[in-house]
């Protein structure tokens, strides 16, 4: 066996620790693709890490046939591959924007902790099988996502909750929803990152920040010293983050219901009509794959639900909560006791009278986010003069120093995962290696377009272009010459 070296490529959006790093051990590139190929779907992971044993014309010549792969994986999965380069920046920027948006008052997700104590909660998902009409809101405590809120208005009732993560606009669906007259009667949870069509809502406004969204941390400990603000980690889907809110709530039994997680015929989403852009779905998708079903059997499913699936066992292996789970068909998740809805009715009966939990909005000590932008640009001035001076070193000590939470400059490093991601990669290289050199130079070149960005998002706009097959295979060539200098 020769030496090994190491090769990082990198794909899509980040799934956190499941599957988030992949390692895989290979004495050729054949081997790697073999694996590659039959076990994981590219667009869905953040990077494969490759620890390949041989020369380095055998690690030339798989990242060449990774590219290739990649080239193909981005004609099918771009939406999964803009998320390193829109994704991170366009979550930054909105969560900058919503601190000077929102008013002096809000109400914030901690005033809810344990309202809903020993209380039958029921996360209404967006599964073909969902069945709205076996929902009873007046024997169950209901959240719903936007979508599935939608159908539930639809048939007459408002959700007791409604949670909205994504950072998208989703242009008409927030006008949809504010047309029916119930909707004045929701409490939305929303994080910072929501788009801005999501300010303004009816009803009350609980706002908490994503463990995966870094300005989210930066700003929760900034409002620290005044302000209890939570961070929400999600497992990708807005259920996931449903359901992680909803043993904040203190909610149990905890239940699910739309939890598919698979096709229903040529359809893996309850209605064409909620999803909007969201609504071409193919069988043959690359990544397709069978899962053990509800009731027995197989179900087909995709790798990206298969992660969700495998993100409520895991967290189900560790919840105190009583689990269940009331999607009637799709895939099966142990740790949850499947039993319809109905079922849950008459076993855990809503207690009559149950009080609606009274909160009030308290102040909001907004960050004074343009005088740390101010600063976070004195750092990065500092940073490239380093660079342009040769001392790496230092340049690099300064890299890490912004990295930190409690750094002005952790604003910058938010809107450049990518690059922050290839400096902790290759950061086993001594700060004078080339391969190092290079990675220090991206990421000085990304915070001067951070600057560019956080000044926009203070003016009031966001502009970030989204990334083209052009951008990433150029991200590919770059790694290509990065993995040739080490």
């Given at each position: 066996m020769g030496p090994h070296h190491r090769v990082v490529v990198w794909f899509g959006r980040d799934h956190g620790p499941l599957p988030g790093k992949v390692v895989i051990h290979a004495s050729s590139p054949a081997e790697f693709l073999h694996v590659a190929v039959e076990?994981?779907?590219?667009?869905?992971?953040?990077?494969?890490?490759?620890?390949?044993?041989?020369d380095r014309a055998r690690v030339q010549a798989l990242a060449t046939d990774l590219l290739e792969r990649y080239k193909y994986a981005s004609r099918l999965a771009h939406f999964d591959l803009n998320t390193l380069g829109w994704t991170y920046k366009i979550c930054a920027l909105q969560s900058i924007q919503k601190v000077r948006q929102l008013p002096e008052r809000i109400f914030t997700?901690?005033?809810?902790?344990?309202?809903?104590?020993?209380?039958?909660?029921?996360?209404?998902?967006?599964?073909?099988?969902?069945?709205?009409?076996s929902i009873d809101p007046r024997k169950i405590v209901t959240l719903a996502t936007t979508r599935t809120a939608l159908l539930c208005l639809q048939a007459g009732w408002c959700p007791d909750y409604i949670i909205h993560i994504d950072p998208d606009p989703f242009e008409g669906l927030r006008e949809r929803l504010l047309s029916f007259p119930q909707i004045g009667r929701a409490r939305w949870l929303l994080p910072l990152q929501v788009h801005s069509n999501f300010l303004d809502l009816p009803g009350q406004v609980f706002w908490f920040g994503s463990r995966l969204n870094p300005v989210s941390n930066w700003i929760a400990r900034q409002l620290q010293p005044h302000l209890r603000f939570p961070l929400i980690l999600s497992g990708g889907s807005v259920s996931c983050c449903a359901f992680t809110i909803s043993e904040f709530l203190?909610?149990?039994p905890l239940c699910l219901i739309g939890q598919d997680l698979s096709y229903l015929g040529p359809s893996k989403y309850s209605a064409t009509q909620v999803l909007d852009r969201y609504t071409s779905v193919v069988l043959a998708e690359p990544d397709s794959l069978y899962l053990?079903?509800?009731?027995?059997?197989?179900?087909e499913?995709?790798?990206?639900?298969?992660?969700?699936?495998?993100?409520?066992?895991?967290?189900?292996?560790?919840?105190?909560?009583?689990?269940?789970?009331?999607?009637?068909?799709?895939?099966h998740l142990p740790g949850f006791e499947h039993v319809p809805v109905q079922q849950v009715y008459e076993r855990y009966p809503r207690p009559p009278g149950r009080a609606r939990p009274d909160v009030q909005p308290r102040p909001f000590p907004r960050p004074d986010v343009p005088a740390a932008l101010a600063r976070a640009r004195a750092a990065c001035g500092d940073l490239n003069r380093r660079v342009a001076a040769g001392d790496h070193a230092a340049a690099f000590q300064r890299i890490e120093n912004m990295k930190h939470?409690?750094?002005?400059?952790?604003?910058?490093?938010?809107?450049?995962?990518?690059?922050?991601?290839?400096?902790?990669?290759?950061?086993?290289?001594?700060?004078?290696?080339?391969?190092?050199?290079r990675c220090i130079d991206l990421f000085a070149r990304a915070l001067d377009d951070a600057v560019g960005l956080l000044d926009g998002a203070l003016d009031g706009r966001i502009d970030v272009p989204p990334t083209t097959e052009d951008i990433i295979l150029e991200r590919m060539e770059t790694l290509k010459e990065i993995n040739s200098l080490t």
């Open positions: 076990h994981v779907q590219p667009g869905l992971l953040e990077n494969f890490e490759c620890v390949l044993a041989g997700l901690d005033q809810l902790i344990d309202r809903h104590r020993d209380e039958t909660l029921l996360i209404i998902g967006a599964g073909p099988s969902i069945g709205i009409e203190g909610a149990s053990p079903a509800i009731g027995g059997g197989k179900v499913t995709t790798m990206d639900y298969m992660s969700y699936a495998e993100w409520f066992v895991r967290q189900a292996q560790g919840s105190r909560r009583k689990l269940i789970n009331c999607t009637t068909r799709g895939v939470i409690d750094a002005d400059g952790f604003i910058l490093t938010a809107c450049a995962q990518y690059e922050s991601k290839i400096v902790a990669y290759f950061s086993h290289l001594p700060p004078d290696h080339p391969g190092m050199k």
